[in-house]
């Protein structure tokens, strides 16, 4: 019964690293998404793919990049690490028409 | 301009008493849909309820329903008989369109303590 499950929950960062956020659900849901979550802020979507093989930006995509090669995984990359992307990450999967499943969150440190 | 707008930061609430949370919006599109979403301490993000906006009655769940004021584009959460475990964050999205991706656009939240 594992649902969405991200990886790491922690991670510090140096600026200019890179890093990959694990994302994968066991739901056999088309859709996926990753949000971000500021401090005191409500969440802001990144990256969703409606299939594997199919991904498209949302509202704040620079400074990451994503790919779908199955169904299950959707990781996140960072190529280049800023402090602006000090955040938590959420990854979410679904269904058309019904509610988003949320992950747990990565919380993510660029110092 | 700000799609969904939550003008509470903070809500305190004595114990079985009933809160009501505000969330208004913003959109051209007929369609589309309101979410609340209930974030604990812990953190993850735990779905509440739903309405559309061609539902007709106002959506329920157990203790939580949503009053829904179509022409004032508000969608408000009332809790009812408040209970400890309430105490979270609450946020209130919104998708237009009903196909495809949920590309959800979340408030700021509201900080909501119940008092014993």
């Known amino acids: 019964n594992a649902g969405v499950t991200q990886t790491p929950k922690f991670r510090i960062l140096k600026i200019g690293q890179s890093m990959t956020l694990q994302c994968t659900q066991d739901?056999?849901?088309?859709?996926m998404y990753w949000y971000r979550q500021d401090p005191g802020m409500g969440l802001k979507l990144i990256y969703y793919?409606?299939?594997?093989?199919?991904?498209d930006k949302g509202e704040v995509p620079n400074g990451y990049n994503v790919s779908r090669s199955t169904t299950e995984d959707f990781p996140l990359r960072l190529e280049l690490a800023a402090p602006s992307q000090t955040s938590v990450y959420f990854c979410?999967?679904?269904?058309?028409?019904?509610?988003?499943?949320f992950g747990n969150g990565t919380r993510l440190t660029v110092t | 301009a700000q799609k969904i707008t939550q003008t509470q930061p903070g809500m305190f609430v004595q114990e079985k008493e009933a809160v009501t949370l505000d969330c208004t919006y913003d959109?051209?599109?007929?369609?589309?849909?309101l979410f609340w979403y209930k974030q604990p301490s812990s953190g993850e993000m735990i779905f509440l309820i739903y309405?559309?906006?061609?539902?007709?009655q106002n959506a329920t769940e157990g203790r939580y329903s949503l009053n829904f004021q179509k022409a004032r584009k508000s969608a408000n959460l009332v809790i009812s008989a408040s209970q400890l475990g309430d105490s979270a964050m609450y946020f209130c999205?919104?998708?237009?369109?009903?196909?495809?991706?949920?590309?959800?656009?979340f408030g700021q939240g509201t900080r909501l303590t119940i008092n014993p």
């Open positions: 979410a999967s679904g269904r058309v028409n019904s509610p988003l499943h």
């Open positions: 739901m056999n849901h088309n859709y």
């Open positions: 793919s409606v299939g594997a093989g199919i991904t």
């Open positions: 959109t051209s599109d007929p369609s589309y849909g």
């Open positions: 309405q559309g906006s061609y539902d007709q």
């Open positions: 999205a919104m998708r237009e369109g009903f196909s495809g991706a949920q590309k959800l656009v």
